[in-house]
């Protein structure tokens, strides 16, 4: 597999927010200097603990200070933005940083009401997300109704972050998928809704083949409970925002183990590290050499994030050397 990662510059206690984007530039150019083939960052609007709303505005700043790794969105939130306004911001980012450039998309809305309502989104509203993905890549490929500007030699291509119905507009469309989350974490030697979409793949111009990649957590340390420790301020964050419906900053680890634990909140923090990848080099290579042979996957999109930015920087530099 392919070796990429995303960071959704997740902000820390105590540090300001422009830390969280300062920090993803600083991996992005270690990324590169690891020979990752991708870096790509998040949307995430008025979430405490994610610094980065606007992925085209820092992928601007990221391709500023690299010169070869893939740059991309992990994703670009479709019923959040006009067509034609995401793949004119694509294009000027294709025509600064040529044949860099992805465009993730993803259907998500946003995290609360409060938030689905300043974004003008409803969540009855119709679901237009396979049109919309269709008029992007008409807008891109210089088809639309209008031609989007700046017009590029090659189209940045689209990659479609996807639930299980999500894989079978990708497989219509003929585009690659990146698939997280619980249908990584099934039974059974093969994923059957990955093998659907690949047998369902409809070749397209830019694509002629089916791509699977796959993004979860992978943290590696000198020994499991050492990732595990690193894993934590990650999933108390997430066991949190469930408890009180707002993703906090990181924390660190002894200041966690300093506050109280429901059962039901140990619960939780012990399902999202059990759903990673971690341990030592040799633990994480079998593990996903493993889900490499369940998922068919091209590429890997590690989405670790820690307390601790240098064991995170360590992480990446021991991902980098494996052979998966």
């Given at each position: 597999m392919k070796l990429s990662i995303l960071d959704r510059s997740r902000t820390r206690r105590g540090a300001p927010d422009s830390a969280a984007l300062t920090g993803t530039i600083e991996r992005a150019v270690y990324a590169?200097?690891?020979?990752?083939?991708r870096f790509w960052v998040a949307e995430h609007h008025a979430v405490p603990g994610i610094a980065s709303g606007s992925p085209p505005v820092l992928l601007a700043a990221l391709g500023a200070r690299t010169s070869r790794i893939r740059l991309g969105s992990g994703g670009v939130m479709l019923p959040n933005h006009q067509p034609l306004v995401v793949a004119e911001q694509f294009l000027i980012l294709e025509a600064m940083y040529p044949g860099r450039i992805d465009l993730g998309v993803?259907?998500?809305?946003?995290?609360?009401?409060?938030?689905?309502?300043?974004?003008?989104?409803?969540?009855?509203?119709?679901?237009?997300?396979?049109?919309?993905?269709?008029?992007?890549?008409?807008?891109l490929e210089g088809k639309g109704a209008v031609t989007a500007r700046p017009q590029v030699?090659?189209?940045?291509?689209?990659?479609?972050?996807?639930?299980?119905?999500?894989?079978?507009?990708?497989?219509?469309?003929g585009l690659p998928v990146v698939v997280g989350g619980p249908i990584l974490h099934g039974a059974g030697a093969r994923i059957p809704e990955l093998d659907r979409y690949r047998d369902s793949f409809v070749p397209s111009a830019a694509h002629r083949d089916p791509y699977v990649m796959i993004s979860l957590e992978v943290m590696i340390a000198e020994n499991d409970d050492r990732a595990r420790e690193l894993l934590l301020p990650e999933a108390w964050a997430l066991a949190q925002s469930s408890r009180t419906g707002e993703f906090p900053p990181l924390e660190s680890v002894a200041d966690?183990?300093?506050?109280?634990?429901?059962?039901?909140?140990?619960?939780?923090?012990?399902?999202?590290?059990?759903?990673?990848?971690?341990?030592?080099?040799?633990?994480?290579?079998?593990?996903?050499?493993?889900?490499?042979?369940?998922t068919g996957a091209d590429e890997l999109l590690a989405s670790t994030s820690t307390f601790d930015r240098d064991a995170l920087f360590e992480s990446d530099r021991l991902l980098s050397l494996l052979d998966v």
């Open positions: 590169e200097h690891l020979g990752f083939e993803g259907r998500s809305l946003g995290f609360t009401k409060p938030v689905r309502e300043a974004l003008r989104r409803d969540r009855n509203a119709p679901d237009t997300f396979a049109d919309d993905l269709d008029e992007v890549r008409s807008y030699a090659t189209p940045p291509p689209m990659f479609v972050l996807a639930t299980r119905r999500g894989l079978d507009f990708a497989a219509k469309a966690i183990r300093t506050q109280p634990w429901t059962p039901r909140l140990r619960e939780q923090v012990d399902a999202t590290i059990a759903s990673s990848i971690h341990g030592d080099a040799e633990q994480v290579k079998v593990a996903l050499d493993a889900l490499s042979a369940r």
